[in-house]
């Protein structure tokens, strides 16, 4: 009878021990050994009612470039960055101090006395400033972070973690190393853009995007020699177009921008077709190209799609990227580049000089032009930084046999210091705003 006892209790003990193991592996997280988000809002609830207190924050730091790293040198190599900053950031925690990881790259602070908070915020800032070395790789960790106080007599860990995370994506859109403060505008600044969010999944299939096309031209005789179409929209409920600034970056980060894009370069083509037959000159017609569409893997059939529907001559069409897109898994960006231009089709780098590209990679991009940022234009002919840099940038595209188109000309001061530089082309104000597809052709007609 006890060896009966005796082998109950050992598999009691057994399946015991393995429910424990079953919570460690569910609720923590076995790179750091963190609490999930689950554990998390426990171990916050816990504390909160053993302490008593409501006078709480949720810090949320976000790892802004964690996905880069995982991308550009393995996932082993990202774990080991995320646990040397866990590891230099515990030993800075006040006491009853709740810390988890909340999501891939999202670690969360329960804090419980909020006045003693301001160094510990600089002190994470501060981490942004400094490398982790990893396996011989100096690795820099991008930091958003957000922040929510408890207004409530009440507490509730999951409202006040869903604030902070809120915050911190907000935190995230606004740039490197950035705080944030969850308040009832930011709530309400969320809504609006869920809003335009879903507004936006309907708005190609109501044909709510529309094109309009910059003119462009030449410095030395000031004839046409090109156009760049614009997307706008102009939701159906509404009188006004919404600012490009508003939607564009929302069609980013939803992804649907690829669709958009796809549409935005047959319709542009489409429409120079519909030009050329109805008698007006051949001109380039310089369409922006998104990162989402670039990268997504499907750039080259969009464009083959477009040109073979539209039947439009490739020589005519310039596809313009940031530098920021170009830079990004820079030997499959070469690819599609050369690619492109075996296609027949130019290529532009767009807002030169305002990003970061290599000038090692840069010769091997098979550009045909680069585009002078409008920073740049609008402090001509009088700024001496400004001065130099388009200098600069005038004489590196004339040792590389490449076209300039300057942005945001809008006086005739800047078209003449830009003349006599030797840029080639300009657009902007001066000459015209961007115009609907019938009215860039009465333009043609008049001029």
């Known amino acids: 009878m006890w060896r009966e006892k005796e082998v109950r209790q050992g598999l009691e003990n ?15 997280d076995p790179i750091t050994n963190l609490p999930l988000r689950k554990e998390f809002i426990s ?13 709480a924050q949720v810090v949320m730091i976000g790892l802004k470039n964690l996905a880069k790293i995982n991308n550009t040198y393995g996932h082993d190599i990202g774990s080991l960055a995320l646990k040397k900053f866990v590891k230099r950031l515990k030993p800075k925690l006040p006491a009853e101090t709740v810390i988890g990881r909340i999501s891939d790259d999202q670690i969360a602070l329960f804090l419980v006395n909020r006045s003693r908070n301001g160094a510990l915020i600089k002190f994470i800032l501060g981490l942004s400033k400094k490398v ?11 930091l958003s972070i957000g922040i929510s106080t408890n207004q409530l007599k009440c507490f509730s860990a999951e409202k006040i973690l869903r604030e902070s995370s809120l915050a911190q994506c907000w935190a995230r859109q606004i740039g490197n190393n950035q705080v944030v403060h969850y308040s009832d505008k930011l709530e309400n600044e969320n809504l609006k853009r869920l809003m335009m969010e879903n507004a936006l999944r309907r708005a190609l299939t109501n044909n709510e995007f529309i094109i309009h096309y910059q003119p462009q031209f030449s410095t030395n005789n000031r004839a046409l020699t090109g156009c760049e179409a614009l997307l706008r929209w102009k939701p159906t409920e509404q009188a006004e177009l919404v600012s490009p600034l508003e939607f564009i970056p929302v069609l980013e980060e939803t992804g649907l921008i690829e669709s958009v894009g796809a549409w935005c370069l047959e319709e542009a083509c489409g429409q120079y077709v519909l030009w050329r037959e109805a008698g007006v000159q051949p001109f380039t017609l310089s369409v922006n190209v998104s990162a989402g569409q670039f990268h ?4 080259l059939k969009t464009v083959q799609h ?3 529907k539209t039947q439009m001559d490739p020589s005519f069409l310039c596809l313009e990227l940031t530098e920021s897109i170009v830079m990004k898994n820079i030997s499959e960006t070469l690819e599609t580049l050369q690619a492109l231009s075996t296609m027949g089709v ?11 590209s290599s000038l090692k990679y840069l010769h091997q991009m098979n550009l045909d032009e680069l585009k002078i940022d409008r920073a740049f234009v609008e ?36 078209l003449n ?31």
């Open 379 to 414: 402090k001509l002919p009088h700024d001496k930084t400004s001065i130099s840099i388009v200098e600069t940038i005038l004489a590196m595209a004339k040792t590389m046999n490449l076209d300039v188109v300057a942005e945001g000309v809008e006086d005739e001061e800047q």
């Open 43 to 55: 171990l916050a609830n816990k504390t909160v009612n053993r302490i008593g207190i409501c006078d």
């Open 306 to 308: 477009a040109l073979q």
């Open 132 to 142: 982790f070395v990893v396996a011989e790789h100096d690795l820099p960790i991008n």
């Open 14 to 28: 057994l399946l015991e021990k393995q429910k424990k193991q079953l919570v460690e592996i569910t609720s923590y």
């Open 346 to 356: 130019k290529l532009s780098l767009d807002d030169f000089g305002t990003g970061y």
């Open 296 to 299: 997504s893997g499907n750039f």
């Open 417 to 447: 210091f830009l003349h006599l530089n030797n840029c080639s082309k300009v657009q902007g104000f001066y000459f015209s705003r961007p115009l609907t597809a019938p009215d860039f052709m009465r333009y043609t007609q008049s001029m």
